[in-house]
């Protein structure tokens, strides 16, 4: 999820211009009252967090498809709303300690202190035994920055450590990657997925908190207890993947050599060679494997005369579910991530029901599974999509309302990869608001909701939001707010909700523009193109 804003529909009833193919041009195009009561129905402790395959789940889907029936839109999967989305979901233990063989004192880590460690094989008991460690810089095999952490290195059966982001972020130097930008080889799923490829048997990244983009804590909430993933695809597999802390990481440097700030900066420079670090890995991870099948649900509103062409409107339904207490509360409702933008969807998707006609278009919502747990029921979806993806014409994704009122910006998280860009910034201006880039841009939103594996897969799309200048309040306020949500609510029990405690003015802005903005491409001709300098690029 993120976080972003915008509302005024008082003001845009008064300074927009009149909406088109809407009956009364007065009446809000959407409904606050609509968005708060399918949030406070989402969020509620009944949804017990929305865990895929939960009771969270049955209850809603079951309220999805409701609303959407009741809307009047059409299945989207040939008679039903649902896709069964095949996945294996993995209870995963990990030893208490793991105890690092180094020359002279041995080094203990602590679970949850230190790291946290899983198995994403589905296969029941995943040993690492004397395994070599060696600190691999980034990580990254990357042609085109003319970069490889590998390069002559045999890792095969050896245990990668390595550092989140890439090295544009610690240098800021803008001709390294994309500066201080995150690119996709910055994640850690590129991370793992890389060195097993390499043939390691487990890598570590070290956590940092302004490179990862979020506190210790959320490592430790994500990435312990029930974890999910599409069944195989025939990729290679790490035996062990996980997450270090800095200080855990420090330690471990330390006994081989105890330069470590030096490390880092060899680390960003081109032409590092990987440290061996003369220690070795001894660990597992346990599964339990149950194989189950959660699901997408997708409505339509059919296209009155190029039903064939679609606009694919996406938010994912799925939170984190039960998870140690904080506070008492052990409840991660998941109210902004992403009750709130699945709420925003169906205020959306109510809008479009109000068309006297429907566009020219078919017009997509297409609510998505297992998003917390790696962009699951959007992956399974651009693998097996019900419409064709040659024939989508962009992605509007929604993960997180602006939660504070009514914005002056519209950030846009991935500014610069399409001429989805251009078509927002036309509805912002509409609106009396000015587009900016993402100020963020090292935390690698654009690599964090589902819109992702639509670019991937070569459709443009678009995710943006307003709040981070407040319409009256300004930036500092906005900001304030922002740092609080992170800092205190984000990925916690307390990221919950009841009727009317956010001020959802910028939400309906927000609905507002994403609304018009895919009314638009629904009753235009056009096929938003790629920019050149995108790393998605793609002839259309
Ligand atoms: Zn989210």
């Known amino acids: 999820m993120r976080f972003l804003p915008c509302f005024l529909f008082l003001l845009l009833a008064s300074c927009g211009p009149a909406p088109e193919n809407v009956t009364d041009a007065n009446a809000p195009l959407i409904d ?42 059409s299945p989207g999967n040939g008679k039903g709303y649902r896709q069964e989305v095949p996945m294996i979901e993995i209870i995963g233990t990990s030893a208490e300690t793991i105890e690092i063989k180094a020359k002279g004192k041995n080094l203990l880590w602590k679970l949850g202190a230190d790291y946290m460690t899983y198995s994403d094989k589905a296969q029941e008991e995943n040993i690492v035994t004397q395994s070599d460690m060696i600190f691999a810089g980034f990580g990254i095999v990357a042609p085109e920055y003319g970069w490889n952490d590998y390069e002559g290195l045999d890792v095969k059966g050896k245990t990668v450590v390595v550092m989140v982001n890439d090295p544009g972020y610690y240098t800021e130097d803008t001709t390294l990657f994309k500066g201080k930008e995150m690119t996709y080889y910055g994640r850690w799923d590129y991370k793992y997925a890389e060195a097993a490829r390499q043939g390691a048997a487990a890598c570590l990244i070290i956590h940092e908190k302004g490179a990862a983009g979020y506190p210790w804590f959320v490592v430790e909430s994500s990435w312990s207890g029930t974890r999910l993933t ?46 061996p670090l003369n220690t070795q890995l001894n660990t597992w991870a346990k599964n339990e494997l149950r194989r189950d099948k959660s699901n997408n649900i997708i409505a339509t509103l059919p296209g009155a005369t190029r039903p064939e062409e679609y606009i694919v409107y996406t938010a994912h339904w799925d939170h984190i579910g039960v998870g140690p207490a904080v506070n008492g509360d052990s409840i991660y409702n998941g109210a902004l991530d992403n009750a709130s933008g699945t709420s925003q969807l169906l205020a959306i998707a109510e809008a479009y029901t109000k068309l006297p006609e429907p566009p020219a278009r078919t017009v997509v919502f297409l609510f998505v599974t297992a998003e917390e747990q790696g962009l699951w029921g959007s992956d399974y979806y651009v693998r097996n999509p019900i419409f064709p993806l040659a024939k989508t014409v962009a992605n509007i994704n929604i993960d997180g309302i602006n939660p504070i009122g009514p914005a002056k910006d519209l950030t846009i998280t991935g500014l610069g990869h399409s001429e989805m860009d251009d078509l927002a910034e036309t509805e912002a201006k509409a609106q009396g608001r000015y587009v900016q880039a993402d100020p963020e841009p090292e935390k690698g939103y654009f690599y964090r909701s589902d819109h992702f594996n639509f670019a991937k897969a070569g459709i443009p799309v678009l995710y943006a939001t307003g709040g981070y200048e407040h319409a009256t309040l300004g930036r500092d306020y906005a900001k304030g707010k922002q740092d609080e949500f992170v800092a205190t609510r984000y990925h916690q ?46 002839e259309r």
């Open 32 to 73: 606050s009252a609509t968005i708060d009561r399918h949030l406070a129905e989402l969020a509620s402790d009944r949804y017990g967090g929305r865990l895929p395959f939960s009771e969270g789940e049955t209850l809603t889907l079951d309220y999805l498809e409701t609303e959407l029936q009741a809307l009047g839109l």
């Open 230 to 275: 599409l069944e195989e695809d025939g990729s290679p597999k790490l035996d062990l993947a996980g997450w270090i802390t800095l200080d855990a990481a420090r330690k471990l440097f330390a006994t081989t050599r105890p330069d470590v700030t030096g490390w880092f900066g060899l680390a960003t420079k081109p032409g590092f060679t990987a440290i």
């Open 493 to 538: 029990p307390s990221d919950q909700y009841a009727p009317g405690d956010w001020p959802l003015g910028g939400a309906v802005q927000d609905g507002e523009l994403l609304f018009k903005l895919g009314l638009g491409l629904a009753n235009g001709e056009g096929w938003p193109k790629w920019d050149r300098g995108s790393e998605f690029y793609r």
